[in-house]
Every structure is written in structure tokens, then in C-alpha cells.
């Protein structure tokens, strides 16, 4: 059933309100307000239908269960945000490689008035191999900038093995040769 919003005037103790009714017209929500209030129809004004995005759960029922706040968006943006963060870091090579051909191929349309997406004019068709070129070698540079971060910020790489003990003397004659099968 669609709400009403409208302006009563309640007397001068209360002074003019704003009430919201449950009505199936406009006229069932001021006779509904001169119900509920005791006021005569002079005293309400500005009647008008709520639209259903500002009513308070979105249902038109009349019922007023309050949702609070809880709405998953934040939520869903968080974990969002947290997998993009994962595939940076996991996939850092790849990620900066498309990201840099995609960032190559929008600047040099910008700069040589091609549309991003969308076939080409016959006379812009002469700026392609030169476009998808400049695009490899900044896939390809940002590739290397993306393994280099992977190496060395987000540390993928396994550490490299160093010995437990730095030996300063020669390994005895028999450890060198291996160990030997003689049975005591």
C-alpha cells in the first residue's frame, strides 16, 4: 500500500508535523490523518505519495520493521578490495602487463583521437601497428616492473640457501669421498 507524507497542524502546543500514512489514495490519507490526529482537513496540507526509495525497508506493506544499517556493501567492498589486493600480489607480473597495455592503448588513443573500443575509420586504420607495438613494449616494460616488485617488495622469490655453518677447514678425507658402505 503506498505511503503518504503530510504537513498537520497539531495546535500550538505541538505545532505543525510531519506525519506518514498507509493509504490507497490521497484521499483515504487525509481522512486517515483526521482520524488519527482529530484535526479537520484545513489543518493538513502538502499531501503527497512517499516514492518507494525513501521508505524505510523498501516494502510497501506499511509495516515499519527497522533495517538498520546493515546493509552488505561495505562488506562486500572489503572483500573486494582485499582479493584485488591478493591477485596484485600474487599475480604482480600479469596484473602490471595488462595493466600497462590497457594504460598504453588509452593514452595513445587520447592522444591520436582513435576510440577506445569500436572499429576504426579507414584513416585511422594507419596508426594501428604503431599503436599495438607501443602497447607490447609497455606490456612488456611493465612486466618486468611487476617481476621486480614481485622479487623484491612482495619477497615471492624462496630465500636462497646458505650453508648452517661456514666451514674454514677441509672436509675429512673419508666425507669427502662420501659415506662408505663397510659394515662393523
Excluded at 582513435?114 to 594501428?128: A, I, K, S, V
Amino acid at each position: 500500500m503506498p505511503q503518504y507524507q503530510a504537513d498537520v497542524w497539531l495546535g500550538s502546543n505541538s505545532g505543525r508535523q510531519r506525519v506518514t500514512v498507509s493509504a490507497s489514495s490521497l484521499n483515504g490519507a487525509v481522512e486517515q490523518i483526521c482520524t488519527i490526529y482529530h484535526v479537520n482537513d484545513t489543518a493538513i496540507w502538502n499531501v503527497r505519495e512517499v516514492p518507494r526509495r525513501f521508505l524505510a525497508n523498501g516494502n510497501d506493506d506499511g509495516s515499519h520493521a527497522d533495517t538498520g544499517d546493515a546493509s552488505p556493501g561495505g562488506g562486500v567492498v572489503l572483500v573486494g578490495l582485499l582479493l584485488v589486493l591478493w591477485v596484485v600480489a600474487r599475480f604482480t607480473p600479469e596484473v602490471f602487463t595488462f595493466a600497462g597495455a590497457i594504460a598504453a592503448w588509452w593514452l595513445l588513443c587520447r592522444l591520436r583521437g582513435l576510440p577506445f573500443t569500436g572499429p576504426l575509420e579507414p584513416d585511422q586504420r594507419r596508426w594501428l601497428p604503431g599503436t599495438v607495438v607501443i602497447c607490447f613494449l609497455a606490456a612488456l616494460l611493465m612486466f618486468q616492473v611487476g617481476l621486480h616488485l614481485q622479487r623484491h617488495v612482495f619477497n615471492d622469490a624462496p630465500p636462497r640457501a646458505q650453508p648452517a655453518v661456514p666451514r674454514s677447514e677441509p672436509l675429512p678425507p673419508a666425507a669427502e669421498n662420501g659415506p662408505s658402505n663397510t659394515n662393523p
